[in-house]
């Protein structure tokens, strides 16, 4: 409990913003992803164009060539049979894997693989693409890896029942990411926009909200906020919410990891999203070779990151007194010396 409290003062904050996430981020940078640091610096010996976020961690891109014509690709492969047949597939789906998004529960579908293949060369070939590679690693600071991409299709399905990714999250896969998100349908607020609080969380995956669910481990459910927490906060300048609306071709690049967002709860049209994550080798979700060279990778951000959480829950507190009181012997003893050297 006296940590959880010191935990929300500002000393604590000043600690974890300008020594401890700095420290780590170096860590993270130059021993855990040594081998992507030293990619970074030969891919941008070359001038490479990138898309700028700002110094953000989230940013809406609008009017983007490529993006809005692989998006109306896609759609029209897809738009009537392969959405009918998708759908389907969800209203008849019985196999519960995820407690929150399968069986009668199940509200989206992943359908890449439905596509031709030459139109999922072309998807890869954008994924792959210079401009795209460069705005990962420009954000990230290492050379990314293309860990996930796919296409989803949701549907309006018992919208009453807000679950699973549907609420406020993050993904708690890693330390950063930077994932694009494509409208492949035209998104309003009747097919479940995605949104995110457009605020820059300079605290990064150290930060966690206090409402996260607590109470609830299972899969799809553990660490979700309920959505009228931040609806609630929106006046407030630090909880403004932005929503992935509009045009095919729409999109969105964010850190889901550093990132609160949610999206996909359809109330009365379907959406159909494509998804680029790029990610490092220390990631949880990534899936490694298993060579020596990646393994160590892994050994050291768990080690790390251990060591930095059991410095936080247990010898934080203690630290912060021995600094109060160095400054304070300090203080004390130039008082005494000042003192002494007046009455000389």
Known sequence: MVIKKFKNTQIYKFFLLYIIKPFYNIIWEYIINFHGKILYFLWFFKKRKFIDLEKNDKKIIYNNEDFIKISQKIYDFCYPNVLEESQREILTDSEITNPTNSGTKKYNNSIFQKLDLNLQKEVYDLAESELLISTAAKYLNVFPILDKLDLYHN????????????????????????????????INENNGPLKVLEKLNKYGVFFKSDQENKKKNTMGERGKISNDYFENL???????????????????FIDSFTSYHRGGHCSKEDRLMLRFSYQTPDAVRVKPNRTFLLITFLFFEYFFVLMIFLFFEYFFVLMTFLFFLYFLTMILLSIIYLKSFFQL
């Not at 999250?169 to 494509?182: A, E, N, R, V």
């Open 155 to 186: 549907i309006p399905r018992d919208f009453e029942d807000v679950r699973g990714a549907q609420l406020w999250h993050k993904d708690d896969f890693g330390y950063k990411s930077l994932d694009l998100f494509i409208a492949i349908s035209d």
């Open 234 to 252: 929106k006046n407030n300048k630090d909880y403004k919410i932005i929503s992935l609306k509009g045009k095919k071709g729409t999109a969105l």
